[in-house]
């Protein structure tokens, strides 16, 4: 028989909050159940029924547990908002507690902890001290759980009142669930808090290995999760660790296993025989499998999961490419995950089949599944050279079809796989063209255009192909208008004859003109520029070879990678994300405490420091105390060459390139003139006379070298150059030699300069005013950015010893950090090797937990040193800057 | 961490609440309408079923009616999540008798709200085992064996029950006869492509037990799978009997099974829940016997005729049979008038899904109906696509055929009172997904 409780949430139409009232306060005990059961039941529905709050506390004090039950169940959602009228539940809270009914002490526990009211939570503490040494471990295993809501609330006065040494102590408790329950609570706290807490020792380990055993099926997926952060001491205990969880692969419920695989996989990193990874491998293959054949929903968390594990993995899976194989009833985001791992594991072992399969697909309903398809099908075509071809043909056939968005995906994928196998499947382009004009979208468009262009000699008719899309130029989307725009460039310079040449001034016209999209504007009148000057430069721009492309599309980077593994199963695996990425609560205290460990004291200020930046870089410090490095100025008779701590930053970030949003190379010094140099006076406001400029180090020696360009009619000659006093004192050290300058020609020069000759009071910047006059001209004037990597010394690399005792030497207010979101490092050598290059030595790389923390230093003339430290993760870099001055 | 929820909603398909728990402070008890205006009521909904809304993540399964929504603000555990709802739900199955839907979580809501309370604590599951929360989770819905009449006094040591080394069987049961039920329940799934050849075939079985034993009995089963044998015949140092072994891909366990015991000794050895479970589950890819195989032939005449001939053969022993054949083959949409002829059994056009079902009730072995069909199409200018073909579709059970040829070798029974037990085996076969593209 089922219930019956669906009455209750009919209520007669008047007055429903008086006439409840009324039946809370009958002295007839079914009435009064009926009457909190309706509560509740309005309550479900979203009616505040807060009012009625006292006559549902007056029920509290009842034999009856259901409808204790209900009463609780009422404190939880309205205790929060009417506090004064909670505290009138302590009494039957703390009484409950001491019940011998050993349920009723859990579930006063366990409701007194849900109750987040500040009043409440001091009474909590005794009762739970009690609870946490019950008899029952029913009680027990609340009482644990209790513990972490209670330091949710107030982490301090779970410290003070000695809650987690009895937490602790649950861990040895004979009962496994209540082991289980005080672990969840503990990683929890940890979690959460700065101090080391809960730190899984190999005795602990042990114990939690034995427990594994015993506990309910969530219990070992608490334990495993704690576990995973444990880190053997070596490949010995590894093996030992990994044999005893290897059974759990057997468990039927889904969590229990993702949890195993990663405690697995985490350890295998430790584990040098091949033979136990061989067979390690071997183990999690099957029980992977299985949870395909589970709900849907778990099929799709365990096939994100899969993705990372073949990722790093790739030969766990490499044999079982048939489970993956979609079914026609499969929900669409299993079909999706499914397609991205074939495309994963497909090798020219398997090739064939999965070709078929990804072709049976291309012909079903969904359109955005049938792309997908389409697009794997190139993938392949990319991934594996031997099988390009009959990826191709198959894409052929796909095209034959005529549905009208397989087409257009084909010739998308078709343009990659021409890049990437270049001059070997052109032959196929006559098909392409076929179904020109069936193109609707705007990537479609774009590569049937590129392809046009890139094979214009290939194609008889390729300009009146070119010409079909040129009517509708001002409407295509930028995408297509870039991409014909370059095409028709393209066919021009590959057939020089009067059509293009007249489809060239159309297109060149509209791009200029008629366009408010600047990257097609420049992109124009690059090109015109190009081609009016010089068409034989124009060619080996446009027409250069490319770089073969591969396909990395969605593979993750290495160390993203291994972070994601560490989180197997949680969201972060599931969205392929850090955790930090979309938990909203960041935990920053974690990770102060291991930085401490290498470097102590200097953390402290850290957070002070960068407020100080801000301060700085809002406002520049107009006395002098407010400048970190008063200290230092003061006693020195010279003028400072100290820039305080606000412009480290920037200067850092001149240096790494940061303004670029890339970490790309410094110009190599050695070769000056090579990369151009920065534009400093453009030709229109110097009449003609064009100056670019970049400060450069050569053999120890600061250069400024200076390219003039005489654009105007006449010749320019009597050159010379004066730099405003500026906070390092860079002056010229020589004159400046530059010959008579015709028209059109242009001279390149390097300047000796010279550092603390006239340096500037006020506030450091790295500003370089600079004059330029000639006896033809007005004098010009114009601004340049001290780049600083041209001061550092080739003596600036210390000894990691040395290092560290200076970083804890400085003081706090030295040092000053900025964050450079949107940078991508690619290749961390070579960065290394680029910064070295220039004088900036790298010292130690750690890693802790999300990211890596490089050390650098570089030294300066006169003795000044500065330390650099780099948060470098994938989302955010953080350049932490310390800077010291070892002059007395 | 392994933190699985912040907050549980039971919702209509209107997106009405009709049961929710918060569990944890760090969601807004709002956050339900998050879900409603960005994912119910757009097309994502059953796009994917892990969203991130704002801070918070929803992990949600349509369950009948239902719609079970979980919302967190940490990284959960999703896989924890998924399986915690998946389990809950069978334990609100086994509380009202059967369904699941939007009336029996109306008409049972001040024990769900209970059992909300008791399955979870602060986000982390509990013990959701439905024997021992029966012992005190009791209300009139509840349709328990053991107690006659619904009291509010506890079993005295339930709670050493909820937290026991054996937390899925209470002590002290008694019964008379004391009788094992023991099926082994093979779903078939095949992918063949219309050439007759497999794409790809596993068979996912299950082995569900029905216990009404007294005491707490050890059990031990034996299987004719190739591990279980050869570790065997390996501690009896005697060579392994002649006969088919199983070769499983792999197995997972019910709780009460002993994991260790099994990776070392590979016996499956356990002490049952009461009442009826699912002991283990396995897979087998190799050597699957296909108990039918579909020969389709389909020819599009034209635009508006087709013709479509399907013979179905049942590879199994001729003395079995099998019950509930239905084999669904697809039509075009634009289908007009369809006729037939069949051998046996009987063959309907059916609109709604585009297809041709054909329905034979007891279909014997080693025989091979066939069913030849017209279809008549509605000519339409507007169809350009060309027709998808879905695959065949194919339903079906065959008793006391096992697809794997597993086979029950003991049962082994053994209790400190020594009582005599009953034993009943039995098998079947159903189709899972089995498909043959044509």
């Known amino acids: 028989m089922s219930g019956h409780d669906s009455k209750y949430f009919s209520t007669t139409k008047k007055g429903e909050i008086p006439e409840l009232k009324e039946e809370l306060n009958t002295q007839y005990k079914d009435k009064r159940k009926d009457a909190v059961k309706k509560v509740i039941a309005a309550m479900t529905v979203g009616k505040d029924v807060s009012s009625l709050f006292t006559d549902v506390v007056n029920c509290m004090q009842t034999e009856n547990l259901e409808l204790k039950k209900l009463v609780y169940l009422y404190l939880i959602n309205y205790a929060k908002s009417q506090p004064d009228l909670a505290i009138l539940a302590v009494n039957t809270f703390v009484k409950d507690s001491q019940d011998p009914n050993p349920l009723i002490r859990a579930l006063a526990v366990r409701t007194m902890g849900c109750i987040r009211v500040d009043k409440i939570t001091e009474y909590l503490c005794d009762p739970l001290q009690r609870c946490l040494k019950d008899d029952d471990p029913y009680v027990r295993k609340t009482a644990a759980i209790c513990v972490a809501k209670l330091h949710d609330i107030n982490a301090e006065l779970v410290e003070d009142r000695g809650f987690l040494e009895s937490l602790k102590d649950l861990i040895s408790d004979n009962n496994p669930m209540v082991v289980a329950n005080a672990v969840a609570a503990l990683v929890e706290i940890q979690d959460n808090s700065a101090r080391p807490i809960f730190e899984i020792t190999s005795h602990t380990l042990s114990k939690l290995l034995t427990a594994l055993n015993e506990c309910t099926e969530w219990g070992q997926v608490f334990i495993l999760d704690a576990l995973s952060r444990y880190k053997a001491a070596d490949a010995l205990e590894a093996e030992n660790i990994v044999e005893r969880v290897t059974p759990r692969l057997q468990h039927a419920n889904c969590a229990v296993v993702l949890s195993a695989v990663k405690m697995i996989l985490q350890q295998m990193e430790m584990i040098t025989s091949t033979d136990v990874v061989r067979n390690l491998c071997k183990k999690m293959a099957p029980p992977l499998v299985t949870l395909l054949s589970a709900e849907p929903e778990i099929q799709y968390v365990a096939l994100r999961n899969i993705n990372l594990i073949v990722q790093r993995r790739p030969t766990i899976l490499a044999h079982e490419i048939k489970v993956f194989f979609c079914k026609y009833n499969d929900p669409i985001y299993v079909k999706m995950e499914k397609l991205e791992i074939m495309i994963k594991l497909a ?39 031997r099988a390009a071809e009959r990826c191709i043909s198959v894409l052929l056939e796909l095209i034959k079809i005529k549905v009208n968005y397989v087409v257009q995906e084909a010739i998308i994928v078709i343009k990659d796989i021409f890049r990437r196998y270049p001059n070997t499947y052109e032959s196929i382009i006559a098909t392409l063209c076929e179904s020109l004009d069936t193109l609707d979208e705007p990537e479609a468009k774009a590569s049937m255009i590129w392809i046009i262009g890139e094979y214009a000699e290939r194609i008889d008719n390729a300009d009146e192909l070119l010409e079909s899309f040129l009517e509708s130029f001002p409407e295509e989307p930028a995408q297509v208008q870039l991409q014909l725009l ?94 930090e990425t979309f938990v909203t609560r960041v935990k920053t205290a974690a990770q102060r405490t291991e930085d401490d460990e290498y470097a102590e004291g200097s953390e402290a200020g850290y957070s002070e420091s960068s407020a100080h930046t801000a301060d700085g870089a809002a406002s520049p410090p107009t006395s002098a105390s407010n400048v970190p490095y008063a200290g230092a100025r003061q006693p020195a008779p010279a003028p400072s060459t100290n820039p305080p701590a606000a412009l480290v930053p920037d200067l850092m970030g001149d240096l790494l390139g940061m303004d670029n949003s890339a970490m790309v190379p410094v110009d190599q010094p050695s070769t000056p003139a090579s990369p151009p140099l920065p534009v400093l006076l453009p030709a229109a406001t110097g009449q003609g006379l064009q100056i670019s400029a970049q400060l450069t180090g050569q053999d120890g020696q600061i250069f400024y070298s200076i390219l003039f360009e005489n654009n105007s009619q006449i010749p320019l000659d009597g050159f010379m150059i ?65 780049s600083m990597h041209v001061f550092f010394t080739e003596d600036g690399r210390m000894e990691r010893g040395s290092f560290l005792e200076t970083w804890r030497s400085l003081p706090d207010s030295n040092e000053v950090s900025k964050d450079f979101p949107g940078i991508t490092v690619n290749g961390v050598e070579a960065t290394l090797d680029q910064l070295a290059a220039s004088n900036m030595f790298f010292i130690a790389k750690r890693k802790h937990a999300t990211q890596d923390v490089f050390y650098f230093s570089a030294r300066m003339p006169r003795g000044i040193t500065f330390l650099n430290r780099t948060h470098n993760s994938h989302w955010n870099p953080r350049h932490q800057v310390c800077h010291q001055d070892s002059k007395p | 961490m392994p933190v699985a929820a912040s907050a ?137 064996p053991f107690s006659s009449k619904p009291t509010d006094k506890p079993v005295p040591n339930a709670t050493l029950q909820v937290t026991g080394a054996v937390g899925w069987r209470r002590e002290g049961l008694v019964y008379k006869k004391n009788e094992v039920f023991l099926d082994i329940v093979e779903s078939v799934n095949l992918l063949m492509s219309s050439k007759g050849n497999v794409l790809r075939c596993d068979v996912t079985g299950k082995v569900l037990m029905k216990c009404f034993l007294s005491g707490m009995p050890d059990l031990k089963l034996g299987l004719n799978d190739k591990i279980g044998l050869e570790k065997e015949s390996q501690l009896k140092s005697r060579p392994a009997k002649s006969g088919k072994t199983i070769e499983l ?125 017209e279809v008549e199409l509605i000519s339409t200018m507007t169809e350009k696509k060309s027709w998808t073909r879905p695959p065949i579709q194919m339903e079906f059970q065959v008793p006391m055929f096992t697809a794997s040829g597993l086979r029950v070798r003991f049962l082994k029974v053994w209790e400190k009172s020594g009582y005599n037990t009953v034993e009943w085996v039995r098998y079947i076969t159903k189709a899972g997904s089995y498909e043959i593209r044509c």
């Open chain 1, 486 to 579: 370059t095409a028709t460039v393209k066919l021009f310079l590959k057939k020089p004859t009067e059509g293009p040449q007249q489809m060239i001034q159309v297109v060149l016209n509209n791009a200029t003109m008629e366009t408010d999209n600047p990257d097609l504007r420049d992109r124009a009148y690059i090109y015109w520029r190009l081609l009016s000057t010089d068409p034989e430069a124009a060619k080996d721009v446009v027409l250069a070879e490319k770089p073969v492309i591969s396909d990395d599309s969605n593979q993750l980077d290495p160390s993203l990678l291994d972070e994601l593994l560490a989180n197997i199963a949680t969201l972060s695996s599931v969205y392929h994300k850090p955790p």
């Open chain 1, 722 to 786: 004066q730099f405003n006093k500026n906070s390092f004192g860079l002056a010229a050290a020589g004159p400046l030699q530059v010959p008579q300058l015709l028209p059109g020609t242009s001279a390149a020069t390097l300047l000796p300069m010279a550092l603390f000759q006239n340096m500037s009071a006020g506030p450091p910047s790295s500003l370089l005013q600079v004059a330029v006059k000639n006896n033809q001209q007005p004098v010009w004037y114009f601004n340049d950015k001290i």
């Open chain 2, 249 to 373: 891909d792999d197995v997972t366990f019910h709780q009460c099974v002993n994991l260790t015991r099994f990776n070392s000794e590979k016996t499956v050895s356990f002490v049952p829940p009461d009442g009826e479970f699912e002991l283990m589950k396995y897979r087998i890819t190799e050597g699957v016997n296909l108990p039918f195989r579909v020969l389709p032939t389909i020819k599009e005449l034209g635009r508006t005729r087709m013709e479509v001939n399907v013979k179905v053969k049942s590879v199994f022993g001729a003395k079995m049979f099998a019950l509930g054949v239905v084999i669904k083959i697809p039509v075009p949409k634009q289908t007009a008038k369809t006729s037939f002829q069949v051998s046996s059994g009987r063959a309907k056009y059916n609109a709604a899904i585009d297809c041709i079902v054909w329905k034979i009730r007891k279909f014997p072995g080693q025989t091979e109906p066939t069913m030849s069909a």
């Open chain 2, 8 to 144: 549980v909603y039971f919702l209509n398909l209107r997106g009405d609440v009709l049961i929710n728990r918060l569990y944890r402070d760090d969601v807004g008890g709002n956050m339900v309408d998050a879900f409603r205006t960005h994912i119910m009521q757009t097309k994502e909904l059953g796009t994917c079923p892990v969203r991130q809304i704002g801070g918070c993540s929803f992990f949600y399964m349509r369950i009948s009616n239902v719609y079970i929504v979980i919302v967190v603000s940490s990284n959960a555990n999703v896989a924890c999540a998924f399986k915690f709802v998946v389990e809950a739900v069978a334990l609100f199955k086994s509380y009202f008798g059967g369904a699941f839907d939007e009336d029996a979580i109306r008409n049972n809501f001040v024990l769900i709200y209970e059992l909300l309370d008791e399955i979870m604590d602060f986000g982390y599951p509990q013990n959701l085992s439905p024997e021992i929360l029966k012992l005190y989770i009791t209300q009139e819905g509840v349709r328990s």
């Open chain 1, 347 to 385: 090798s020219d072992r398997n090739i064939d089949q999965v070709l078929l399969e990804f072709k049976e697909y291309a012909t079903e309903v969904d359109v955005d599944f049938v792309r997908k398809a389409v697009r794997a099908i190139g993938r392949c075509a990319i991934k594996l050279e």
